[in-house]
């Protein structure tokens, strides 16, 4: 079976993957000139499916459960699993007894647990939750393995591409985002900012809890920290604004005061399509089948979305539409 997949981002990437696992020849067009640029390129890359159920319904952590062990076995070595830490400033307390009530897979830490796991946070924080089964991975390490072991497996990358003038497939899979024409997305703006210092080591992400300003820092290579990431309602892929950037290093800066000298590598602006209710959809239309609104949950959610979308593939009754898992999830919620 010949399959055209739309889309180079994280989705794309997953679902072309899982169709070339099952025996499917895969063929991937991207308008962009190269691998990256698009909102996955500026993830966080968190598999916390406990954390993000903080915030998300049930099935944000029902369908990334399993996201760490797909990643791990797609990309040996990408991931890292130390688990997340959630902490908060003590004139914060509330929101860290807020947090904890929200979701569950984390136990509480105190002073001296934070300063176990975390060294250069000793003294700073008087109690934290560790969410010890989360995992995180670097967005663009872990597509550019994933581009290299599609290729390795036969499939194709035509980059620069218009998809709608390729022709000669049996399916197709839309995974382009914002530019697909569906009037139910609208466009959730993420700004980010790379960090790098050598003067704190950190182990695995850490959220710092605040009542205007949440933020996540997610350790990296080479001394850079990845800080993250403003919601905000608007389709516009412009710069960062002053205000977000003043926000998130003010947050890095409470974390840690010596964030303060660090050197501001790259900022960049992601714009993640959502559906109305944040959740996302696998349907089928013809001889397409599209995957889309994965909002925030990029990297957590593709797994499950590429799954879905391979069955329908080789489903012989994938004609008919399917809407995502969530919908009966909620309903026998």
Known sequence: MKVLVKGAGV??????????????TVTVAEIRQTLGGNASWFAGGMLAPWCERESAEQPVLDLGRDAADWWDAATPGQVTRAGTLVVAA????????????????????????????????????RRGLLFPDEAHLDPRQAMAALHEKLTAMGGEFHFG???????????????????AVDDRLRGVR?????????????????????????????PRTNHRFMIGATMIESQSAGPVTARSMMELLGAAYALHPAFGEAEIVETGVGVRPAFPDNLPRVETSGDTVAINGLYRHGFLLAPAMARQAADLVFNQDGTKERTHETDGQRRSA
């Open 11 to 24: 989705a794309g990437l997953t679902a072309a993957f899982e169709l070339a696992a099952r025996g499917a």
């Open 90 to 125: 003590p004139r914060d307390a509330g929101e860290l007894d807020r947090f904890a009530s929200r979701t569950s897979g984390h136990r509480r830490v105190d002073e001296d647990e934070i300063a176990l796991l975390e060294p250069d946070l000793a003294g700073r924080f």
């Open 190 to 218: 993420g700004e980010m900012l790379i960090l790098r210092t050598p003067d704190i080591s950190l182990s695995r992400p850490v959220r710092l809890l605040h009542p205007r300003f949440p933020l996540y820092m997610v």
């Open 161 to 179: 591409a218009d998809a709608r003038q390729v022709s000669g497939f049996d399916r197709q899979i839309d995974c382009t985002g914002m530019a």
